[in-house]
């Protein structure tokens, strides 16, 4: 899973969790896309969804990946 902001530019994969949950980190307030690669396959791109970041903590509703 990663970021990328509207310059095209992503943040560090991160994995999840010991609670199943994700967490980014020093991520900007501003609009962002959320990445979530769901196959490890490069060829596949990941599933995108838009998201708003607001400091110092955003949670964002659960998104199911199909």
Do not use: C, F, H
């Amino acid at each position: 899973m990663t970021v990328r902001n509207q310059s095209g530019g992503r943040s560090v994969p991160v994995r999840t969790g010991q609670d199943g949950l994700y967490y980014l980190y020093n991520v900007s307030a501003g609009s962002y896309t959320l990445e979530v690669w769901a196959s490890s396959d490069a060829k596949v791109p990941p599933k995108s969804y838009p998201i708003t970041v607001v400091e110092p903590l955003t949670d964002i509703p659960p998104i199911a990946v199909q």
